[in-house]
């Protein structure tokens, strides 16, 4: 499975560790996926979507998974640029109003 670099808050217990500022649009995010890897803006993402307790990004033409809660990413995205909606499958994702 994949995993996000330390752009996204990493998952320990010190809180003066961890960032609460939303990340810019043209912020860069290391997304790593296997053995596969892409330094990606968010402004280029389309779209943040669960599955089970990963996370799948889309952006390009790819669409790595990683294993982080869209709860945990959502709280370092920028809420006038990011969106929480519910497809008709019911699956829960972050959506860029761009794409």
Same mark, same amino acid.
């Given at each position: 499975? +994949?995993? *996000?670099?330390?752009?996204?808050?990493?998952?320990t217990s010190d809180s003066k560790n961890k #960032?609460?500022?939303?990340?810019?649009?043209? #912020?860069? /995010?290391? /997304?790593? $996926? +296997?053995?596969?890897?892409?330094? @990606?803006? *968010?402004? $280029?993402?389309?779209?943040?979507? @669960?599955? +089970? #307790?990963?996370?799948?990004?889309?952006? &390009?033409? %790819?669409?790595?998974?990683?294993?982080? &809660? *869209?709860? %945990?990413?959502? &709280?370092? *995205? $920028?809420?006038?640029?990011?969106?929480? +909606?519910?497809?008709?499958?019911?699956?829960? #994702? %972050?959506?860029?109003?761009?794409?």
């Amino acid at each position: 499975m +994949g995993k *996000l670099a330390s752009t996204w808050p990493a998952d320990t217990s010190d809180s003066k560790n961890k #960032s609460t500022q939303p990340l810019a649009s043209d #912020s860069q /995010v290391f /997304v790593k $996926d +296997g053995d596969r890897c892409w330094f @990606v803006k *968010l402004i $280029d993402i389309r779209l943040f979507e @669960v599955e +089970g #307790s990963y996370t799948r990004i889309h952006f &390009s033409d %790819q669409k790595p998974m990683i294993p982080k &809660s *869209l709860n %945990q990413l959502e &709280s370092r *995205l $920028d809420p006038s640029i990011f969106f929480r +909606g519910k497809p008709p499958t019911n699956r829960q #994702s %972050q959506r860029h109003p761009r794409h």
